[in-house]
């Protein structure tokens, strides 16, 4: 059973640091994708940043590169999200998800099977 705990979501004043992490359990992910999605109120969820495992190649949304940086531990099966910079429009709820495949045609990470619950990161002004 797959299971993904995200931790480390808080409030923060524009400007601010946090580090998001999620500790995967139940699955053996060298050959697949994992990354971190967010989802503000009223608007869809999207994806912020994933990486391909095996190769370590890491992708991120235009609104969030050089700010955020996406990478794992391996001896602790954690995978982590270092969002610097952060400003209002980063306020979303993030959720780690993992077991997606890596489309080698378009260079990107798709198809996520499991998600976490969710942690929430609110930026103030």
């Known amino acids: 059973q797959v299971q993904l705990v995200e931790s480390g979501g808080g409030s923060v004043q524009a400007g601010g640091s946090l580090r998001l992490s999620c500790a995967a359990s139940?699955?053996?992910?060298?050959?697949?994708?994992m990354g971190w999605f967010r989802q503000a109120p009223g608007k869809e969820r999207e994806g912020v940043a994933t990486?391909?495992?095996?190769?370590?190649?890491?992708f991120y949304a235009d609104s969030v590169k050089g700010r955020f940086t996406i990478f794992q531990d391996n001896t602790k099966n954690t995978l982590y999200l270092q969002m610097n910079s952060l400003n209002s429009e980063d306020t979303a709820m993030y959720y780690c998800?993992?077991?997606?495949?890596?489309?080698?045609?378009?260079?990107?990470?798709?198809?996520?099977?499991?998600w976490g619950q969710g942690t929430q990161v609110t930026v103030s002004s």
């Open positions: 139940g699955i053996t992910y060298s050959s697949y994708c």
């Open positions: 990486i391909y495992i095996g190769p370590g190649r890491t």
């Open positions: 998800a993992a077991g997606g495949g890596y489309d080698s045609i378009v260079g990107a990470c798709s198809d996520f099977r499991y």
